[in-house]
């Protein structure tokens, strides 16, 4: 999810900044982002969602107004994680959390191994 500032023009990825919050309105129905240090936002500021070129959805034909603001990235079994190993005792098991593997094979912490080739 990208945020541009209509003022300045500049385009930057949600969260990269520690100023970024997302409001929820009180019925539940509307998102919009939020500058904690200027007070200014989307809903009624300088500020709006757009892609990662600054297009906004107006500026897009044909667009709907939706855009990829996340889960879409891989996802880590654990055996794919940097943290993964096998323990004789434990079986398969994670070294950061010294935990065992969850049954879905899925890992919290989702680094992936460098991969060698």
């Not at 970024?20 to 939020?34: F, K, N, P, Q, V």
């Not at 709907?64 to 004789?88: P, Q, S």
Request: with cysteine.
């Amino acid at each position: 999810m990208y945020i541009k500032d209509l003022q300045s023009g500049k385009v930057r990825k949600y969260g990269t900044d520690c100023h970024d919050s997302l409001r929820i309105s009180s019925d539940g129905r509307a998102l919009t982002y939020y500058n904690l240090q200027n007070g200014d936002g989307s809903g009624c500021g300088e500020y709006r969602f757009c892609d990662e070129n600054g297009n906004l959805p107006c500026d897009i034909p044909f667009s709907e107004g939706y855009f990829n603001i996340g889960g879409f990235d891989e996802i880590v079994r654990c055996e794919g994680c940097k943290h993964y190993y096998l323990d004789a005792d434990a079986g398969m098991a994670c070294k950061y959390t010294n935990m065992s593997q969850p049954e879905d094979g899925f890992c919290n912490w989702g680094e992936l191994k460098e991969r060698k080739e």
